[in-house]
């Protein structure tokens, strides 16, 4: 896979809330992808605020993804890093999943468990909906 070293905070679609920048992706928007590795009380609660400001949940909803200790523990501290092909074809033409990555302003892999070259540190939450 080939990476794309870059400051985070300038990549797109991110919002900003307690000092956190968040973004939602997957193709249901289900997985929240924070900036940085937050403490657990910042971090639950940006993506708390995040969820009812920018994706529309009604409150009892958010309060039904458990308290904050509870969604704590359900949050993946990863390092990610912009790549720029899928690692997989060598990077040729005619790749559908290249094609789908380099259509994107930026495309991360947030798999690694220890810091990576040119990566920056990820915190994630995969939502049930
Ligand atoms: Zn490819």
Do not use: N
């Not at 074809?89 to 559908?96: D, F, K, L, V, Y």
């Not at 999943?97 to 930026?106: G, P």
Request: proline share 3%.
């Amino acid at each position: 896979m080939t990476t794309r070293t870059i400051d985070p905070q300038t990549l797109h679609g991110f919002v900003e809330y307690r000092g956190v920048r968040l973004t939602a992706m997957g193709d249901d928007g289900d997985v929240l992808l924070a900036i940085g590795h937050p403490a657990d009380q910042t971090a639950v609660k940006a993506m708390r605020t995040f969820l009812i400001a920018d994706c529309g949940w009604a409150r009892g909803d958010v309060a039904d993804l458990g308290t904050i200790a509870e969604v704590a523990q359900l949050l993946y501290r990863r390092w990610a890093a912009v790549v720029t092909d899928c690692g997989e074809c060598g990077g040729g033409e005619g790749c559908a999943m290249c094609a789908t990555i380099r259509s994107h302003d930026w495309w991360l892999d947030y798999s690694a468990t220890e810091p990576v070259e040119g990566g920056f540190p990820v915190t994630i939450l995969y939502l049930d909906c």
